[in-house]
Every structure is written in C-alpha cells, then in structure tokens.
C-alpha cells in the first residue's frame, strides 16, 4: 500500500492550527493507522495509532481521523516544538509502509 | 530509564561487504517484546526492515533486504543485532532499533520506542 502524504511542507506561523493529509492507494482499515513526529537530529516519535488514539503523553492538540483511504492528522494550535517533519504509517498489510513526510515549518 | 542504543556497528564499508549493527536494550523487559529494524536513507523518508518475535521464533523482512540481512536478539544480553551481508550503495542509511507496542504474543506492527538510530555508510 502506497501512502501518499500532502502538502510536502506547510509553512505556518505558531498559535495556527495544521491539517496534515494521508491518502491511501487502497482502503486500509482504521484500526491500522499511526503517525509520527520526527524533529531534526532526532528519531521519529509516536503520535497517533489506531487513526485516533493518542500515544503515551502526547498532548491533546494532536488529533487524528480518517478512515478507508484519507486520513488526517490535526494540530489544533501549534507549539515551537510542532515544527518538525510527520509521517503516516499503515500496518493493515504486509509490508508495513510509511508516507513520504510532510514538513511543518515555521512561516 | 526506558531506552534503545544502537552499538557499535555503524561506519563506512565498501559495497559487497558485511556488517553488523547492535542495540541494547534497558529499563523494559526486553524479552517480552517484539523488535524491528528501520531505516532511513539521508534526507528520505521511513523503511521497514525487519521484525523478530520476542523469543526469536518469528522473522520477516522487507523484499529490499530479504537474503542479505538477518535480525536476531540474545534476550539474555537484552540485545537486538541486524547482520547485513552484500551491502549496496542504496543500504547507506540510518538504521533506527525500534520496539513493538504489542507485548509477548502481540505483534501491534507499530512503534512505541525509537534507539537514535546508526549512520551504515556502503561506498567504496
């Protein structure tokens, strides 16, 4: 499965909020959905599991939906610490693949 | 303190050779989880590389590396290791040890704990 994540960057100012875009090339169950943060220098941390379901101490400005081939992740109000590059991952099938990132950057 | 650290391992080798990368394990029960290997190649996005159960029983591996690499733990080490054989240019990555949510027999195939990942140059 083919995830393909837009916009490429999103260039936005902090206190904003961000919609983030994940598109499936076929439907994948929402159960199998996660998205990860990763900021520079640093390895990816986990977001959002399950499409909705928020990781251990991730804070609740960050939301996730979507089902079939178009999920979403929301940031409500962004944060000095938001700016950094996300991916989506689908575990539904074999292999598990990942999107190719959107970068959130600071306009 | 809950944390993955990839070892030593990491460098530049000439491609069509081997290496192997480590990463230890601490502040969980290591045994208990399944683990993975990803990567990722400089400035690119995330692969999947290879999954092994938590008692070692179980393997899969992406196409892209299936025959080459091979993943395996020493739960009494609390050790994870990837052996890479006949490694190519398109190889060089950051290699990131990276554990399972699920728990025992409960493979989640996503990832709630991330090492710092290991730089595996492949140029000659």
């Known amino acids: 499965i083919v995830l393909t994540q837009s916009p490429g960057t999103l260039s936005l100012s902090p206190g904003e909020g961000a919609t983030l875009s994940c598109r499936a090339s076929?439907?994948?169950?929402?159960?199998?959905l996660a998205w990860y943060q990763q900021r520079p220098g640093q390895p990816p941390k986990l977001l959002i599991y399950g499409t909705s379901s928020r990781a251990t101490d991730i804070p609740d400005r960050f939301s996730g939906s979507g089902s079939r081939t178009g999920f979403t992740l929301t940031i409500s109000r962004l944060e000095p610490e938001d700016f950094a590059v996300y991916y989506c991952?689908?575990?539904?099938?074999?292999?598990?693949?990942f999107g190719g990132g959107t970068k959130v950057e600071i306009k | 303190q809950v944390q993955l650290l990839e070892e030593s391992g990491g460098g530049i080798v000439q491609p069509g050779r081997s290496l192997r990368v480590s990463c230890a394990a601490s502040?969980?029960?290591?045994?208990?989880?399944?683990m993975h290997w990803v990567r990722q190649a400089p400035g690119k996005g995330l692969e999947w590389v290879a999954i092994?159960?938590?008692?070692?029983?179980?393997?899969y591996y992406a196409d892209s590396v299936k025959g080459r690499f091979t993943i395996s733990r020493d739960n009494s080490k609390n050790t994870l290791y990837l052996q890479m054989n006949s490694l190519r240019a398109e190889d060089t990555a950051v290699f990131y040890c990276?554990?399972?949510?699920?728990?025992?027999?409960?493979?989640?195939?996503?990832?709630?704990?991330w090492g710092r990942g290991t730089l595996v140059t492949v140029s000659a």
């Open positions: 092994i159960s938590y008692d070692g029983n179980n393997r």
């Open positions: 502040g969980f029960t290591f045994s208990s989880y399944a």
């Open positions: 990276v554990r399972d949510r699920g728990i025992t027999g409960s493979w989640k195939w996503y990832f709630d704990l």
């Open positions: 991952q689908q575990y539904a099938t074999s292999p598990l693949t």
């Open positions: 076929q439907p994948i169950s929402s159960s199998y």
